[in-house]
């Protein structure tokens, strides 16, 4: 989090600035709601809101000393003799007037003083892991609100764009908050959708749908190159999200990357279920990615696909690979690719620092009275994570200064949501207490036994380094869990940027290390830093099993599956 260093985070944030570099993370809810994913519960809250104060009652001498060196430091801002500075790439205090206006730089240097001031206070204070992780959570939340940006007399773009706009800006800005709090759950909007169509600027990749059941389509795209892989790649995506963050848009989607690179690219789009479909688990969705697999295989003829997948696709894949495994079914896939996936759930994680029995089974019991668990309301439950960036940056645009939201590709796909039927959402939080894939056996899918350590494809784990929600130590932890050769690529940015991460980024890197023999901060001591994207990494590994190359397809399809709809299909499109 942010506020688990000693200085004042860099934030997003801005007077009327850009949107913030990496805002690719879901949106947000009430701070005193429920996390509809893991179980937040109000009781959570407070819960750590106690734990802050309880802390601080308990050092009150550290208190003391710190908030003595700030009344030091407030009397040197009062004098103009101050010389703290934000730290540098913070947008909320890059305007002009926070260096020239003695009133803005004065309140600009007391925010930062008294900002960097807690953070201290906390970090000086003995106390456990649970306890520190769950204060920093509130103070981040206490920080990022009351940063002075956020409202019209601590911004100065306020004043600006008022009298620009001769009082247009306030009215803009009022009527923002209007219609956020009729139709967008009282918070913030996130992004202008109305220069996106899926299509036709998004998810517009050439192909077609080659396959369809209940559950989900698959899309062949159309081979760029004369030659491809005789093995094709099949990417499983999360349910959470609908597919195209790997087909964003011309720049930035990694199918276009794969299929102009020789890769037969199939990918699976869920359909979006509602309270009809409550009862589909876990072993539905298996169900449907090995259907889809095999009709992959009867279409292109391969013996075997490389299969790939993300996020919460990932966890489905990974249980799918060991239950073909135990099926004598190994055999039908090459190797393994895994992007932002958390298998082993005993690393912290801020997500599981609130899952507790009680909280988990009331987020189970809250979905199964509704048949599903709501993409929106799951997309609110994760922006407290980042306060910074996906709250108060917004309030401080679109409220202060009357900005519409920003038109961002990747920020529309966060808020073109699908939802999760009750079942696979119980699925999901019961795997996330109970930790079965560590106990090989005590799962069982489809009448087989799960274990992973069977599984000996070989596997290419991708996470990213600033990942909120996936946090890249839990994500390595998948290196000791597999049979095969294991290769763990660090990509840099977070949990979505990480992967929309083409080579065309300058600002690209990647960390490898070949030794999995250690912890993750050891690892990563010890890696090496690449510039670049892994897309051209993972391009040379995913050749290395690919087989021979045979001639491209001159139509897509075969007798048995033949071409329906052209991508990106129609599940997509359901609301």
Request: net charge neutral.
């Amino acid at each position: 989090m942010a506020a688990s260093t000693s200085k004042v985070s860099n934030s997003s944030r801005s007077n009327g600035a850009a949107p913030p570099a990496d805002p690719a993370r879901p949106a947000a809810e009430n701070a005193l709601g429920a996390n509809p994913v893991v179980g937040m519960t109000r009781e959570d809250l407070l819960d750590a809101v106690s734990r802050l104060l309880r802390l601080l009652s308990l050092n009150p001498l550290t208190v003391a000393r710190h908030e003595w060196r700030f009344a030091r430091e407030l009397v040197a801002i009062l004098a103009g003799r101050s010389r703290i500075e934000p730290e540098a790439g913070d947008r909320r205090f890059q305007h002009a007037i926070w260096q020239r206006s003695g009133y803005y730089r004065r309140l600009m240097q007391t925010y930062l003083a008294w900002s960097r001031s807690l953070v201290d206070i906390l970090e000086s204070i003995d106390a456990d892991d649970e306890d520190m992780e769950r204060a920093r959570f509130v103070l981040n939340q206490v920080l990022a609100a009351a940063a002075p940006v956020n409202n019209p007399f601590g911004n100065p773009g306020f004043l600006d764009n008022a009298r620009r706009t001769r009082g247009l800006s306030m009215v803009r800005g009022l009527r923002n908050l209007a219609r956020d709090l009729a139709s967008n759950g009282g918070m913030p909007s996130q992004v202008d959708p109305r220069p996106f169509q899926v299509g036709r600027n998004l998810a517009n990749t050439r192909g077609a749908v080659v396959f369809r059941n209940a559950v989900c389509e698959v899309i062949q795209y159309v081979p760029t190159t004369a030659e491809v892989d005789a093995i094709p790649v099949v990417l499983i995506p999360p349910q959470i999200n609908k597919y195209y963050i790997v087909d964003l848009n011309e720049d930035k989607s990694f199918v276009r990357f794969a299929v102009d690179h020789g890769q037969p690219m199939f990918v699976l789009s869920w359909r979006n279920p509602t309270a009809a479909q409550r009862e589909w688990g876990m072993d539905t969705y298996v169900s449907a990615a090995k259907e889809a697999i095999d009709a992959v295989l009867e279409i292109t003829g391969a013996p075997s696909a490389k299969v790939m997948a993300a996020c919460a696709g990932g966890f489905t894949a990974a249980v799918l690979l060991a239950h073909m495994v135990a099926a004598g079914e190994g055999d039908k896939i090459a190797c393994l690719t895994l992007l932002v996936t958390v298998l082993d759930t005993r690393a912290r994680t801020l997500l599981g620092l609130f899952s507790s029995d009680t909280a988990i089974n009331a987020a189970i019991l809250r979905s199964s009275a509704r048949g599903v668990l709501d993409g929106a309301e799951m997309a609110r439950a994760f922006a407290w994570l980042r306060p910074e960036d996906l709250v108060w940056n917004f309030v401080a645009n679109n409220y202060v200064m009357g900005n519409d939201p920003p038109a961002f590709d990747v920020l529309y796909w966060n808020n073109d949501t699908t939802r999760l039927p009750a079942r696979f959402h119980a699925d999901l939080l019961n795997l996330f207490r109970d930790n079965p894939l560590l106990r090989p056996g005590s799962l069982k899918l489809l009448g087989t036994p799960i274990d992973l350590s069977q599984v000996t494809c070989d596997v290419f784990i991708i996470a990213g380094e600033t990942d909120h929600i996936t946090p890249w130590q839990a994500c390595y932890r998948s290196t000791q869990l597999f049979g095969g050769d294991v290769r763990f690529v660090l990509s840099s940015s977070g949990h979505i940027q990480s992967i929309v991460n083409p080579p065309t980024n300058t600002r690209a890197r990647y960390f490898t290390n070949d030794d999995y023999d250690q912890d993750a901060g050891n690892w990563l001591a010890g890696a090496q830093a690449n510039k670049g994207s892994w897309w051209i990494p993972w391009l040379d590994w995913v050749r290395g099993h690919g087989g021979a190359t045979a001639a491209a397809p001159t139509a897509l399809g075969s007798r048995n599956y033949p071409p329906a709809d052209p991508a990106p299909g129609r599940y997509v499109f359901q609301k």
